[in-house]
């Protein structure tokens, strides 16, 4: 069973720019959730998707947006980048809500320069 | 106050001694606790979830949740090297569809 696919594995972005990632879910999981991760903050909750809906979202600019695809496919997207959007960017899918068992993808490393 | 609070470390443990890991949470409606493994430079990788009071074993690690205290542990049993890495603590919002972590404990196993 392929684990969750993340799409690309690492990017270099000028400030200014906007940048889209993808997740692709294991098959079966309808729950999304992308997370950014870097040193000094941790992994924080971006926002969770279930069946095309965003159910919560966390404490980012309207900058970071997002959205799921009726195959459970999901994308984010960072507009008018800045530096420190740099971070690993992580998403996690799981078969129900997200209270459930989640699984990670590898990860986008973002470089805004 | 953060939701999920664990110490950073480096917790630093010999090599076959027991390896201690500890969370507090702060959301009285959190149901769903999990631990995580992440390796330098890896992702996060599910070691145990846990849902009811009490002690849940797999192999060498033992999860325990205490709701009345809210905290959440992980035990790891004769710990070795390959077990260096920071572990992240994690729970849902009580319904609210997401899960909040921890900033993870990082663990070095002392050979």
């Known amino acids: 069973k392929a684990g969750v696919t993340q799409t690309p594995r690492y990017l270099i972005k000028t400030r200014g720019q906007q940048v889209t990632l993808s997740c692709s879910p294991i098959?079966?999981?309808?729950?999304v959730s992308w997370y950014q991760q870097t040193p000094g903050q941790g992994l924080q909750f971006l926002f969770e998707?279930?069946?095309?809906?965003?159910?919560n979202k966390g404490n980012f600019p309207g900058r970071f947006s997002g959205r799921q695809f009726s195959n459970s496919r999901s994308e984010m997207n960072v507009s008018t980048l800045e530096l420190g959007d740099s971070a690993l960017y992580l998403c996690?899918?799981?078969?129900?809500?997200?209270?459930?068992?989640?699984?990670f993808g590898q990860g986008t490393r973002l470089t805004v320069v | 106050q953060k939701e999920v609070e664990q110490n950073s470390g480096p917790l630093s443990v010999p090599e076959g001694a027991i390896a201690s890991l500890n969370c507090t949470y702060s959301?009285?409606?959190?149901?769903?606790f999990f631990w995580y493994r992440q390796y330098s430079g890896k992702s996060p990788e599910l070691i145990m979830s846990?849902?009811?009071?009490g002690d849940k074993e797999d192999g060498r690690f033992t999860a325990q949740l205490n709701k009345a205290s809210q905290y959440v542990s992980l035990l790891i049993r004769d710990s070795q090297p390959s077990d260096s890495a920071t572990y992240l603590c994690?729970?849902?919002?009580?319904?609210?569809?997401?899960?909040?972590f921890g900033t993870g404990t990082k663990l070095q196993v002392i050979p």
């Open positions: 994690a729970g849902d919002s009580g319904g609210y569809q997401k899960v909040t």
């Open positions: 996690a899918s799981s078969f129900e809500p997200p209270n459930t068992e989640a699984f």
């Open positions: 846990i849902y009811s009071n």
């Open positions: 098959s079966g999981h309808r729950s």
């Open positions: 998707y279930f069946s095309e809906t965003q159910r």
């Open positions: 959301d009285r409606g959190s149901q769903s």
